[in-house]
């Protein structure tokens, strides 16, 4: 069974479509994360959804909306997409942060964005 | 100040030296630290995590922190092919809202020659 999982794992599409990446994950884990990784391997977080709520939304265009239906879900729904998107986009999960979590994160495959 | 920071590399040794790789990081508050694996076409994968100054082993790896220095390092001993990747450096930061986060270094692509 894969930890977390990401569908699809490769996107070629045009610039101005809009475009969806599911994240399911079946570790139980209470937060999940949406990460993007340019072209030079920088990965940077985008999201972060503590138990469906949103806790962390860094300064990305509102062209990005993610949704957390339960907490082992979350998805990212990108509106009209610009070149400057492609990227690979990595869902996480981690079971949280406190004195027994250590914030370690499990990552998906990671879904491929090409924008033509 | 980038929040973390890691000499981009890329790191090159033989087979069986020793590779260091380094991390500096920019909140004296942050607690946790992390140093993740990926692999060319893979995902990042948690290989060591250190949490308090000095050294921590596990296998042909040791973690290294300084938290006065605000100084992270991995070093993998008796290097071998397979270690060959981008080793990424994580760091726990805490956001204005109060929420924790973790932030990671651009990375070091070590290779290692047999």
């Known amino acids: 069974d894969t930890a977390v999982s990401q569908t699809p794992k490769y996107l070629v599409t045009q610039m101005g479509n809009d475009k969806s990446i599911k994240c399911e994950q079946n570790?139980?884990?209470?937060?999940m994360y949406w990460y993007k990784q340019d072209s030079k391997k920088f990965l940077k977080i985008m999201f972060s959804y503590n138990n469906k709520e949103l806790i962390i939304n860094e300064t990305v265009p509102n062209r990005f909306s993610p949704k957390s239906p339960d907490k082992a879900h979350l998805n990212l729904h990108i509106n009209s997409l610009e070149l400057g998107d492609s990227a690979v986009y990595f869902c996480?999960?981690?079971?949280?942060?406190?004195?027994?979590?250590?914030?370690?994160?499990?990552f998906g495959e990671g879904s491929r964005l090409t924008v033509l | 100040q980038k929040e973390v920071e890691q000499n981009s590399g890329p790191l090159s040794v033989p087979e069986g030296a020793i590779a260091s790789l380094n991390c500096t990081y920019s909140?004296?508050?942050?607690?946790?630290f992390f140093w993740y694996r990926q692999y060319s076409g893979k995902s990042p994968e948690l290989i060591m995590s250190i949490y308090s100054n000095g050294d921590k082993e596990d296998g042909r790896f040791t973690a290294q922190l300084n938290k006065a220095s605000q100084y992270v390092s991995l070093l993998i001993r008796d290097s071998q092919p397979s270690d060959s990747a981008t080793y990424l450096c994580?760091?726990?930061?805490?956001?204005?809202?109060?929420?924790?986060?973790?932030?990671f270094g651009k990375g070091t692509k070590l290779t290692v020659n047999p």
């Open positions: 994580a760091v726990e930061l805490i956001t204005q809202g109060g929420s924790e986060k973790l932030v």
């Open positions: 909140d004296r508050g942050s607690q946790s």
């Open positions: 570790l139980g884990h209470d937060t």
């Open positions: 996480a999960s981690s079971q949280g942060w406190g004195l027994e979590n250590t914030g370690e994160l499990f």
